[in-house]
């Protein structure tokens, strides 16, 4: 009886654990995998997954195409476009934590009444489209927009100002779509932050200023790596803000993917972009989260 409790308790565990573990690998790993294999397959129109693997007269030949990520790594464009997208990322990621760091901790801060509203006003937008919201503000930075038809109602300006299609006006519609998504985790970490150590540097002769460096930022620090990940994840393969906002002047990795896929329909090469896009997300994630274990263990 005693055996057949703990052998339940084990089979109750293992279903509890690998519940989560089964849903990341039919939805994650395995389409991953699908696309590894197509990037290193031949262009087959007929079978768009392609052929890795192939048994003629006894002989099972295996076929791993290089060349398309040799392509990439020669591809001024490519490379370029790679950059551009880290480098947008990272400006997006560093807006967010700059504007929505003082609004969670205000909205930690505040009474139950009050945090209900802010946490209101932060949900607010996800109760819209998406697109629509994108589209709202092309109609605001347009040349007949809102925003340049009240500037010109008020004698700001003379001519309309041109914003659309800018790295301006895509870096507006990035950090206004995940921001909130920066202010939800930050906002969860500073709300459990034990305000007694606040009030133990206070008592020490601590300034203010120094107690919120020295003090808030340090133990608030889960919450700016999640809320970072959270916006710099899914910013560097963002495809419709800059198809919609940007132009040009702000080619990203996304809008790559689209053309191989749909315009150019190499699927191949496109699941090659696909699978570093990944690595340059999964790379520098595995070393953060590696530096986060060891610092966790040298406490």
């Given at each position: 009886?005693?055996?057949?409790?703990?052998?339940?308790?084990?089979?109750g565990r293992s279903a509890v654990i690998g519940v989560p573990y089964l849903w990341l690998a039919v939805c994650s790993l395995i389409?991953?995998?699908?696309?590894?294999?197509?990037?290193?397959?031949?262009?087959?129109?007929?079978?768009p997954l392609g052929t890795l693997l192939t048994y003629v007269d006894g002989a099972l030949d295996i076929?791993?195409?290089?060349?398309?990520?040799?392509?990439?790594?020669?591809?001024?464009?490519?490379?370029?476009?790679?950059?551009?997208?880290?480098?947008?990322a990272l400006y997006t990621t560093t807006l967010c934590l700059i504007i929505g760091y003082p609004f969670a901790y205000f909205m930690a801060r505040s009474s139950q009444s009050v945090r209900a509203t802010l946490m209101m006003m932060v949900m607010l937008p996800f109760w819209t489209s998406f697109l629509l919201r994108i589209y709202a503000w092309k109609g605001m930075l347009s040349n007949n927009?809102?925003?340049?038809?009240?500037?010109?109602?008020i004698g700001a300006i003379d001519a309309p100002l041109h914003m659309m299609n800018t790295p301006f006006s895509?870096?507006?519609?990035?950090?206004?779509?995940?921001?909130?998504?920066m202010i939800l985790p930050l906002f969860t970490n500073l709300s459990k932050m034990d305000v007694r150590f606040i009030e133990a540097a206070a008592d020490l002769g601590s300034t203010p200023w120094s107690t919120f460096w020295r003090v808030t930022v340090p133990l608030s620090k889960a919450g700016i790596i999640a809320g970072s990940m959270l916006v710099f994840i899914?910013?560097?393969?963002?495809?419709?803000?800059?198809?919609?906002?940007?132009?040009?002047?702000?080619?990203?990795?996304?809008?790559?993917?689209?053309?191989?896929?749909?315009?150019?329909?190499d699927w191949p090469m496109a699941s090659a972009v696909t699978v570093v896009v990944i690595l340059l997300i999964l790379v520098p994630m595995g070393i953060l989260n590696k530096y986060q274990t060891e610092a966790e263990q040298g406490r």
């Open positions: 009886m005693k055996l057949f409790s703990r052998f339940k308790w084990l089979s389409p991953f995998l699908i696309v590894l294999k197509i990037s290193f397959s031949e262009m087959d129109i007929s079978d076929k791993i195409k290089l060349t398309n990520y040799l392509f990439l790594a020669q591809d001024d464009i490519y490379v370029i476009t790679y950059l551009t997208s880290i480098k947008f927009g809102v925003v340049n038809n009240f500037l010109m109602s895509m870096m507006i519609g990035m950090v206004y779509s995940y921001l909130p998504f899914p910013c560097v393969g963002e495809f419709v803000i800059p198809d919609l906002l940007g132009g040009p002047a702000t080619p990203m990795i996304g809008h790559v993917m689209w053309d191989e896929f749909f315009s150019n329909n």
